[in-house]
């Protein structure tokens, strides 16, 4: 028979707090801190380094306004529990410029206008210096067609071509609430020339 049925008071399960310790290079610097298992690589961010380009938007990896860059993959941080990221090196929009010179990425942005508000663009500054990559290193897309030359890995580096359809595709995961798209198409081919 249920014990609570018979009147019994259950035992309250003690509080387990779970910490551990990790490491993380965040934009070229090596931090040794403890975070609460439950905490995201975004939260972190935010609150134990005071980085906050980084945005919560949605909470649920769907708006892109998170993104940063692990171990040189663009990633939603929001999704990612910075625990299991011991030893990772992360680089957020903060990290990108070299000193006082902007990012080649960064600087395309600011100098084709491509942002409103700017709420979205750390996260689509660092989707699309990850996507740049991505693309060097010969990942298709979704949108890449191997039989077509447009598509097709260049031969001699095994990059995949990026025209604005293959760019609008790569940074779909990234919304801008304001429309600046064509802006931001337009910012990451110049980047490309």
Known sequence: ???????????????????????????????TLTVDHRATVLETLRESFGLTGAKKGCDHGQCGACTVLVDGRRINSCLLLAVTQDGATITTVEGLADG????????????????????????QICSAVGMLREAADGHPSHVTEPDTAA?????ATGAVAL???????????????????????????????
């Not at 019994?8 to 965040?26: G, R």
């Not at 598509?151 to 031969?155: C, N, Q, T, V, Y």
């Open 1 to 31: 028979m249920d014990s609570l049925a018979l009147g019994a008071d259950p035992e309250p399960e003690p509080v387990v707090d779970e910490h551990s310790t990790v490491t993380l290079f965040v934009n070229g610097e090596e931090t």
């Open 151 to 155: 598509g097709r890995p260049d031969a």
């Open 100 to 123: 006082e010179s902007l990012h080649p990425v960064q600087r395309a942005f600011v100098e084709r206008d491509a942002l409103q508000c700017g709420f979205c663009t750390p996260g």
């Open 163 to 193: 025209d604005a359809d293959e760019i609008r595709e790569r940074m779909s995961g990234n919304l801008c609430r304001c429309g600046a798209y064509p802006r931001i198409v337009e910012a990451i081919e110049d980047v490309i020339e």
